[in-house]
C-alpha cells in the first residue's frame, strides 16, 4: 500500500507513463511491420549458378575442340532449363576461338553435335553443433529446438557437364571431339559461434552488386 499522501504522486506518475507506454507500444508495432514482394519460382542466385558453371564448360570445350571454318552448332538433342544460354555461351566461346557461325546447316562445313549432360544445383551443408530437432506437441503439433551452430557451412555449387563432336558434314569423318568439359560455381553462407556469419561466391566480379543503402543518397 503506497503511504498516506503518496497517492497523488501515483495518480501523477500513471498519467505520464501510461501514454508513453502506448507511445512505445505503437513504435514497437510500426518497426515490426513486413512487406511482401512477389517472387519468382526460381532465385536470380540458382540462375547465376548454372550461367556460370555453363561459362565455364563452354569455355573449356571451344578450347578443346579447336574447330576452324564455317561451322554449325546442333542442339536438337539438348533439353531442358538452362539450356539455350548454354548453346549461345559454346557458340560464343566456338567465335572467340576461330569459328565462323554459319546461318544453316548446308551453309557449314562442320557440324558441331553439342550435348548436355548437367546442368543443375547441388547443396551440402555441414555443422559443428547441435542441429535443430523437431519435438512433437500434443496441442499444436510439433514444435523445433534452435539449431546451436559452433561452425556452419552451406555450400550450393552450380554444375555443368558439356560435351561435343564436331565432323565433316560432307563426308561425316569426325574433325574433333572435346570429351566431357565441366564447370563449376560455388556460394556459400557460413556460420560461426552462432552470431558471425559471411558469405562467400564466385559468381559476380567484385563490386558489381551495389550495396543496399537505408536511405538515398
Excluded at 514497437?28 to 564448360?57: F, K, M, Y
Excluded at 575442340?65 to 539455350?84: I, N, P, Q
Aim: proline share 7%; net charge neutral; aromatic share 6%.
Amino acid at each position: 500500500m503506497p503511504r498516506p499522501g503518496a497517492t497523488g504522486s501515483w495518480r501523477r506518475l500513471y498519467r505520464i507513463a501510461f501514454p508513453a507506454l502506448l507511445a512505445a507500444t505503437g513504435f514497437g508495432l510500426a518497426g515490426c511491420s513486413t512487406s511482401h514482394v512477389t517472387t519468382p519460382a526460381r532465385s536470380a542466385t540458382e540462375q547465376l549458378l548454372i550461367s556460370t558453371a555453363a561459362d565455364q564448360a563452354a569455355e573449356r570445350l571451344a578450347g578443346r575442340l579447336a574447330v576452324k571454318g564455317s561451322v554449325y552448332v546442333d542442339a536438337a538433342g539438348v533439353e531442358g532449363y538452362d539450356t539455350k544460354y548454354a548453346v549461345s555461351a559454346v557458340r560464343d566461346a566456338l567465335l572467340r576461338y576461330g569459328a565462323a557461325m554459319a546461318p544453316t546447316r548446308d551453309a557449314a562445313a562442320t557440324i558441331v553435335e553439342l550435348r548436355v549432360g548437367a546442368l543443375s544445383v547441388d547443396s551440402e551443408s555441414s555443422l559443428l553443433g547441435i542441429p535443430s530437432i523437431d519435438i512433437p506437441m500434443p496441442v499444436s503439433g510439433t514444435s523445433s529446438t534452435p539449431e546451436i551452430s559452433l561452425f556452419k557451412k552451406e555450400l550450393t555449387q552450380g554444375v555443368a557437364k558439356l560435351a561435343a563432336t564436331a565432323y565433316d558434314k560432307t563426308s561425316g569423318t569426325l574433325v574433333s571431339s572435346s570429351g566431357p568439359q565441366y564447370g563449376f560455381s560455388n556460394r556459400a553462407e557460413w556460420v560461426l559461434l552462432l552470431m558471425l556469419s559471411w558469405e562467400t561466391n564466385d559468381l559476380l566480379p567484385p563490386d558489381t552488386r551495389p550495396v543496399p543503402k537505408p536511405w538515398d543518397d
